[in-house]
C-alpha cells in the first residue's frame, strides 16, 4: 500500500466509526456539539499515533504472552501525558470532555491499531496509519457533533443562526444514538455502493 | 434512604449505557442474542462490584498518600486487567459450570469501558445523595457500582430482548444491522429520560 | 516475560513521573489563571481581587470568599464561592456580593448538569446568567418564579435554576451574616 493510500483509507474505506464501529462511547458521549466532536477525536489522535510509533518499536522485543498488558501500558502512558498537558495548556477542554480522556485507554480503536497493524508494521508506516485513523475519527466526531448542533441548539461551531433553542433530545442522549444510526444509514448508501 | 436513592439513580435515572455512554462496544457487539446477553451482563456486573472496590481501596490507601493521583488511569488498567486474570483463573477453579457461562466474556471485560469508567467516576465525581455533595464512601461506591451494573444488565437484556424480534423484520437494505439497532436504543433512551424526574 | 512486564510499567512510570514534575507548575498556574479570569468577571470593573481564600463558615458549610478592592483601596465587593445540589450533582457558583448587599454577577465554575438542559447556566451571557447582574434582593425576591419569586427558570430546568439561585442566596446571607458578626 502507498504512503498515502495509508492515510487516506482511515477517511472512508476503514473509517473507524461508520466501518469498523470502533470506540463507539466517545462517539456519542462527546458530541453534544461540532468543536467537542472535534477536540475528542484530536485528543484521541495524539494518542494513537504516538502509541502507534512506540508499540511498532518495541513490539518485537515483547514476548508474546504478555503483549497486551504492556500494549495497555504504553497507551496508559501517553493517556496520562495527554491529561496533564491538557490540565496544564486547555483546562477548559479538559473539563468539557471530562472522563472521556482517561477513557480512550480503553478505545477500542487504540488498542485495535496496536493489534492488526502496528505490531508488524515500521514505525513510519504506523504513524501513517495512526493519522489516517486518527483523521477518519476526529471527521465522524466532527460530523456528528455538528449534525447534531445544527438541530439540537440552532448552531455550528458556537455560531448560533437560529434565535431558539432548537430540538433539544438531539443534545441529550438519545439524540447521539439517532444521529449515528441515521449518518450510518446515509454512510452505507453512498459509500457502499 | 441514601442507598435507595444511588440504587434507582444509578439503575434508570443515570444508566450507565443510556445516559452515560458507557460500555457501548461490548453493548452493540454481544447483544445479538438474548442468552449471550445474559451471560455478559453476569459478567460485567461481577467484575465492575469487585473492580470498584479495588480501585477504591488501591486510590485511597496507595495513590492518594503519596500524592500519586495522577497515575490513577495507569494504575486502574493494570488493577482491572490483573482483576479480570485473576477472576478468570479463580471461577475456572472454583466454579467450571459459572466459568462456562462467563467465561469467554471475561477477557473482553477488560477494554469495556464502563468498568474504567464507574473506577474513575467513584473516585474523582462528587455526589449529591443524601445532602450536601462528597467523595462516595466505601459502602455508597460499592452499591453504586453494583447498581450501576444492574442498569447495565437491565439496558443490555431488554435491547436483546428486541433485537431478536428486529431481525425477523424486514428492515430496509441500508438500515439492516448496527443502524436500526442504534435508532432502536435511541428510542429506549428516550424511554428512559421519562425516569428523570424520579430523583432530584 | 514478568521482566519485561515490570521493566515497561517501570519506564512508564518514570516517564510519567518526568511529565509530572514538568507540567505540574504549568497546571497550577492555569488553574490559578482560570480564577482570576472568573474572579474578575464576578466584581465591578476596575476592582482588583484578591487570589487568597478566605474560609468561611455557615450553618455547617463552608464558603471560599474572596475580597476585593477598587481603584484607592477600599473594600468594595466580595466573590463568594457557593456549593449546592444541582440537578446531576454538585454545583458551584461564584457569587459577586456587593458591598450593600446587591448582586455584581455570577459565574458557574463547575457543574455536572445535563447538556443542553441545566448546562445552560454555565453560558455567562444567557438571558438566565445576566438577570442576576445588579439583582438587589431587598428589592427583589431571589427564588424562581413558579416558588413566587421574581427569578425566571431556565426552559425545562427548573431544579438547575432553583439550585443555581439558591446559590446565590446562600451567598448573600453568608455576606450580611459577615456584615452582623463584624458589628
Known amino acids: 500500500m502507498s504512503k498515502l493510500g495509508l492515510i487516506t483509507k482511515g477517511f472512508v474505506k476503514e473509517n473507524p466509526t461508520f466501518v469498523l464501529v470502533l470506540g463507539m462511547c466517545p462517539t456519542l458521549a462527546t458530541t453534544t456539539s461540532a468543536m ?14 504516538l502509541s502507534n510509533i512506540v508499540i511498532s518499536l518495541i513490539a518485537p522485543l515483547v514476548p508474546d504472552k504478555v503483549h497486551i498488558p504492556v500494549y495497555i501500558v504504553v497507551i496508559a502512558t501517553f493517556v496520562t501525558v495527554l491529561q496533564l498537558l491538557m490540565q496544564a495548556f ?14 480512550i485507554v480503553v478505545n477500542c480503536i487504540v488498542l485495535g491499531r496496536a493489534e492488526a497493524f502496528a505490531n508488524r508494521n515500521s514505525a513510519l508506516d504506523s504513524a501513517l496509519d ?24 440552532g448552531s455550528a461551531f458556537g455560531f448560533k443562526f437560529l434565535p431558539s433553542d432548537g430540538i433539544l433530545a438531539f443534545v441529550m442522549a438519545p439524540g447521539a444514538f439517532l444521529v449515528l444510526g441515521y449518518l450510518m444509514v446515509l454512510f452505507n448508501k453512498i459509500a457502499k455502493k | 434512604m441514601e442507598y435507595i436513592l444511588i440504587i434507582i439513580s444509578a439503575i434508570f435515572v443515570n444508566n450507565v449505557l443510556l445516559a452515560q455512554f458507557l460500555g457501548i462496544c461490548p453493548f452493540l457487539g454481544v447483544s445479538n442474542k438474548l442468552s449471550t446477553a445474559t451471560g455478559m451482563s453476569g459478567a460485567v456486573c461481577f467484575v465492575i462490584t469487585l473492580a470498584t472496590v479495588v480501585t477504591y481501596l488501591v486510590n485511597r490507601y496507595l495513590l492518594v498518600p503519596f500524592g500519586l493521583e495522577f497515575l490513577q488511569t495507569i494504575a486502574f488498567i493494570l488493577v482491572i486487567a490483573a482483576l479480570v486474570q485473576v477472576v ?12 462456562q457461562a462467563l467465561g469467554i466474556f471475561l477477557p473482553l471485560i477488560t477494554t469495556n469501558c464502563a468498568v474504567l469508567g464507574v473506577a474513575i467516576t467513584v473516585v474523582t465525581k462528587e455526589f449529591t445523595f443524601g445532602g450536601q455533595a462528597h467523595l462516595l464512601n466505601l459502602g455508597e461506591a460499592t452499591v453504586y457500582a453494583l447498581a450501576t451494573s444492574i442498569g447495565y444488565g437491565l439496558a443490555m437484556i431488554l435491547f ?16 439492516r444491522g448496527l443502524p436500526i439497532a442504534l435508532i432502536t436504543v435511541s428510542i429506549m433512551a428516550m424511554a428512559f429520560l421519562g425516569f428523570s424526574g424520579i430523583v432530584k | 516475560m514478568a521482566l519485561c512486564l515490570t521493566a515497561v510499567c517501570l519506564l512508564c512510570s518514570a516517564i510519567l513521573g518526568v511529565v509530572y514534575a514538568v507540567t505540574f507548575e504549568p497546571i497550577k498556574a492555569a488553574a490559578r489563571a482560570n480564577l482570576e479570569q472568573s474572579l474578575s468577571e464576578v466584581v ?17 458549610v463552608e464558603y471560599q470568599c474572596y475580597e476585593a478592592v477598587d481603584a484607592e483601596g477600599n473594600p468594595c465587593a466580595t466573590a463568594v464561592s ?16 456587593m458591598r450593600d ?52 427558570a431556565i426552559t425545562a430546568s427548573t431544579i438547575t435554576s432553583r439550585a443555581y439561585t439558591l446559590a446565590i442566596e446562600n451567598a448573600v446571607k453568608l455576606m450580611k451574616k459577615k456584615e452582623a458578626d463584624d458589628e
Open chain 3, 101 to 152: 448587599g446587591s448582586v455584581c454577577a455570577t459565574k458557574v465554575l463547575s457543574h455536572s448538569e445535563t447538556p443542553g438542559l441545566g448546562a445552560k447556566c454555565e453560558d455567562s451571557s444567557s438571558a438566565f446568567v445576566k438577570q442576576f447582574e445588579g439583582f438587589d434582593p431587598s428589592v427583589k425576591k431571589l427564588s424562581v418564579r413558579k416558588d413566587g419569586g421574581d427569578v425566571d
Open chain 2, 160 to 175: 436483546a430482548g428486541i433485537r431478536e424480534h428486529l431481525a425477523m423484520n424486514d428492515v430496509p437494505k441500508s438500515f
Open chain 3, 44 to 60: 465591578p470593573q476596575g476592582c482588583t481581587v484578591n487570589t487568597d481564600a478566605d474560609s468561611r463558615e455557615m450553618e455547617g
Open chain 1, 130 to 153: 495512526g493519522i489516517g485513523i486518527g483523521i477518519g475519527f476526529t471527521l465522524s466526531l466532527t460530523v456528528i457533533g455538528l449534525v447534531r448542533e445544527i438541530l439540537g441548539s
Open chain 2, 88 to 99: 478468570e483463573i479463580a471461577l475456572k477453579k472454583i466454579s467450571p459450570s459459572l466459568y
Open chain 1, 90 to 103: 486547555v483546562p477548559d477542554v479538559y473539563k468539557t470532555l471530562g472522563l472521556f480522556i482517561p477513557l
Open chain 3, 82 to 97: 457557593s456549593t449546592v445540589n444541582g440537578f446531576g450533582g454538585s454545583l458551584t457558583v461564584l457569587v459577586g456580593v
Open chain 1, 36 to 49: 467537542n466532536g472535534l477536540e475528542m477525536g484530536l485528543a484521541t489522535m495524539f494518542v494513537l499515533i
